[in-house]
């Protein structure tokens, strides 16, 4: 039994990794069965975010984990290996509560990846591939980020991803006010981003998706308008600050696209920032004149604001979660040794059946009952300490002095 977290994140790998290994929505679940097929594997989960991609398991094996990672995405092991991390056991579960309570994001105490991961384990869920193991863990794991969010001011000051992309557009332009926003997908990410860059009055938003219903949703929400993503390429053009974020497995906005819409634009700038992993805006277009292309990377300096009053919660968190970690492991280290227990519990219960069927004998033949259960409880008394009484009979020295210390212990005896 082998609790393993094997993933890459910001910290370890650059967007243009992550998105090498990132898993769709749509698919997740028959990755999920696809990994706990393989019989070292007896459950997973599978956390995938903008920020980072990680496998949570109960494996024997644990290298069979990134064996696996590496062949579903047709990648190098090699290629793979300098941006891993592979987290045994008590680690799995500190980074686990670390990941949900928002010590281990980008921004500093954001509370966006609990429900990320609270869907991940959903998917497991549906999948089937959460047994009583990441079960446990989970539960364990969203009662400490709850602990951790309800007792210290770590969500305080905190800069998310949305807040961090209109400051990021105000380097650029002096105010939101007056620039047309363009988003790109219409899921939990850009909804918030909507509702920020609202905030901050522009004079049009519009939102393109896959499906115009969800796009007409969000658009009626903040008094937008809604395209479908065939009508990008005729309206570019008309827009300052585009905000992408879709689950699309290949980029939507290329080089050449936007090339065309700048010329369009007469040299005015086109503020871009692709949340998406993998990327929605392909690599190249930031090359381009007056194309300001900004990665969810790139955010990582704009959120370092407000950190400096989140440390000294950081630092509570950590105790909460430490000391969570002792209980965790503890509830893990018992329940290891439930078949020992069940063992020696089936053990004495032959014997109680085999003199339990002795005595019923006894009394069918007329026998009186008290000599009969007298008869019963020293032979069930004999039968359970036989084993330990011949063990004590039979070592010598140091041995015996220790094993005597136990049995006293078990049998909770006071030595004269």
């Given at each position: 039994m082998q609790i393993l977290t094997l993933g890459v994140n910001h910290q370890t790998a650059p967007v243009s990794i992550r998105e090498k290994i990132a898993f769709q929505a749509e698919t997740l679940g028959r990755a999920l069965l696809d990994f706990a097929g393989r019989r070292p594997v007896k459950e997973a989960a599978i956390l995938s975010t903008c920020n980072r991609t990680e496998l949570y398991c109960n494996i024997d094996e644990p290298a069979q984990a990134?064996?696996?990672?590496?062949?579903?995405?047709?990648?190098?092991?090699?290629?793979?290996?300098?941006?891993?991390?592979?987290l045994p056991q008590d680690q799995a579960v500190r980074h686990a509560f670390r990941v949900a309570s928002g010590l281990d994001s980008m921004m500093l105490g954001e509370a966006q990846i609990l429900g990320q991961m609270k869907q991940a384990v959903r998917t497991a869920e549906q999948a089937g591939t959460l047994g009583a193991l990441l079960h446990k863990l989970f539960q364990h794991t969203f009662s400490v980020a709850k602990e951790v969010r309800t007792t210290t001011d770590i969500g305080s000051s905190s800069v998310s991803m949305a807040a961090a992309a209109v400051r990021l557009a105000e380097q650029i332009f002096a105010t939101v006010r007056g620039q047309s926003v363009l988003f790109i997908g219409a899921g939990e990410m850009i909804e918030l981003c909507a509702a920020h860059f609202a905030a901050h009055h522009p004079k049009r938003i519009t939102v393109a998706n896959r499906t115009l219903e969800r796009a007409n949703l969000l658009a009626h929400r903040f008094q937008g308008v809604s395209i479908t993503l065939q009508e990008l390429p005729e309206h570019l053009a008309a827009h300052d600050i585009i905000i992408t974020s879709t689950a699309s497995p290949l980029p939507i906005l290329g080089k050449g696209m936007l090339e065309r819409a700048a010329k369009a634009r007469k040299h005015r700038p086109v503020f871009i920032v692709d949340l998406a992993v993998p990327r929605d805006v392909e690599a190249e277009a930031g090359m381009l004149d007056d194309i300001f292309l900004y990665t969810v990377d790139d955010l990582a300096g704009v959120v370092q604001d407000g950190v400096g009053s989140r440390q000294a919660a950081a630092e509570e968190a950590n105790a909460i979660i430490e000391n969570n970690v002792d209980h965790f492991m503890h509830w893990l280290e018992v329940r290891s040794v439930v078949p020992t227990i069940r063992a020696i519990r089936d053990h004495a219960d032959r014997f109680r059946r085999h003199e339990l069927a002795h005595a019923q004998r006894r009394l069918a033949n007329g026998e009186d009952p008290q000599q009969v259960l007298e008869k019963m409880s020293r032979a069930l008394t004999n039968k359970l300490l036989h084993v330990p009484s011949h063990a004590l009979n039979h070592v010598t020295g140091d041995e015996r002095e220790a094993l005597e210390a136990w049995l006293c212990r078990l049998y909770q005896i006071r030595r004269e």
């Open positions: 990134l064996d696996w990672l590496a062949s579903y995405h047709h990648l190098a092991v090699n290629d793979l290996k300098p941006y891993l991390y592979s």
